[in-house]
């Protein structure tokens, strides 16, 4: 397979390595992206666990909440510049407000939801003629807590990131705890029961390779993969995460000291996996005044 300079352009962003480790890594693997991503880790030239994100799409997030219902929803536009807009502020609350008041699952229902003498969908489009960006509705998640439940919600960066939890046990504060923890330090997981077993296995599989690069004592390697297996944990599980406001404690013992239980957390963080807009604003501008 020919390897491009763009790709090995993007591996190197994605991991950090070296260029000629990048290609090197990309002709080994043939060019598989995650394979050569491995490869790099495997060699300890790269520690990424795992391919890049790349954020792109701007816009915001944001949670509300009523009685035992909330929403947590993203609506992206083109620039950062029209997502501070107080019109586009405005219909993301809309949004959020009509979506509350439903019980509806997916966005093409929320679309239909009427509001204002109109659905959502022709609330969005009169908005992107007005505003003159493309503007959409790009996920929501609707849940409902139990009585003897209470919701944690944090919203970093103005919208940029929206956390909200679950708690059986604790209170509201304690909640906000969580939710923050959850904004700055993005687990994937609530707890290593939710991991999947394939998604362990490989994580070994790299680091058993990465010990045997490294020239570990075949007789130590298996307690090297657990410790290291640990550190994963760590990283990716909130209540294995070290607890943001103290670091003495796990978010595990901050939640005992409580008598607290997460029961569901989503987090959402505007634009991730999306593709990024390359598009030079100044250059427009320039090319328009010409």
Do not use: W
């Amino acid at each position: 397979m020919n390897i491009t300079a763009e790709m090995v352009k993007n591996l190197r962003e994605m991991t950090g390595a070296g260029m000629m480790d990048c290609k090197k890594a990309l002709v080994e693997t043939n060019g598989d992206m995650d394979a050569a991503v491995d490869y790099l880790r495997e060699k300890g030239i790269s520690k990424a666990a795992k391919k890049a994100d790349r954020i792109a799409a701007e816009g915001l997030s944001n949670i509300f909440t009523e009685g035992n219902k909330a929403v947590v929803l993203e609506v992206n536009s083109e620039t950062d510049f029209v997502a501070k807009n107080a019109e586009f502020q405005e219909l993301v609350e809309k949004i959020g407000k009509t979506i509350l008041s439903s019980d509806v699952k997916s966005v093409e229902e929320a679309l239909s939801l009427m509001s204002d003498g109109g659905s959502l969908n022709d609330l969005i489009v009169a908005a992107t003629a007005k505003i003159g960006e493309k503007l959409s509705l790009r996920r929501f998640e609707l849940i409902t807590k139990k009585d003897d439940e209470v919701f944690g919600t944090y919203l970093h960066m103005g919208g940029k990131i929206s956390s909200l939890v679950v708690l059986k046990g604790g209170n509201e504060s304690v909640a906000k705890d969580i939710a923050m923890q959850s904004a700055a330090m993005k687990p994937s997981y609530i707890s290593r029961d939710e991991v999947p077993s394939e998604e362990v296995e490989h994580e070994r599989s790299v680091l058993t390779s990465q010990a045997i690069e490294e020239g570990k004592k075949p007789e130590f390697v298996d307690k090297i993969i657990e410790g290291r297996l640990g550190k994963y944990f760590e990283e990716v599980c909130l209540v294995d995460q070290a607890f943001v406001k103290d670091s003495g404690l796990t978010v595990k013992a901050y939640l005992s000291q409580n008598n607290a239980e997460v029961t569901k957390m989503i987090r959402y963080e505007v634009g991730e996996g999306m593709e990024k807009r390359n598009d030079n604003f100044a250059e427009e501008v320039m090319s328009q005044i010409k």
